[in-house]
């Protein structure tokens, strides 16, 4: 693994688990009246276009944490729309 490869996976460890303690917080409480919808939904294309760059140029960092990043942000809209107060 080359030294790109470390920061690539360094980064997208802290991104991603970034989005835990979110989830967590809306399946615990099951409220999600504070998380916007257009927000996430607009993040969760992004990440899934990121996911597809990450394909295309074999770049195995940003393919694992954008598809882990990508359920994480597609649990909460499920969960905003589930739990909408």
Avoid: E, H
């Amino acid at each position: 693994m080359t030294s790109t490869d470390w920061l690539g996976t360094l980064a997208g460890t802290f991104t991603t688990v970034a989005f835990v303690p979110q989830v967590l917080q809306i399946w615990r409480t099951k409220c999600a009246r504070d998380i916007s919808l257009l927000m996430f939904g607009i993040f969760s294309v992004g990440v899934m276009l990121w996911l597809v760059y990450g394909i295309a140029m074999g770049a195995l960092p940003i393919i694992l944490f954008n598809a882990v990043t990508l359920i994480l942000a597609v649990a909460v809209l499920a969960m905003k729309l589930r739990y909408r107060n």
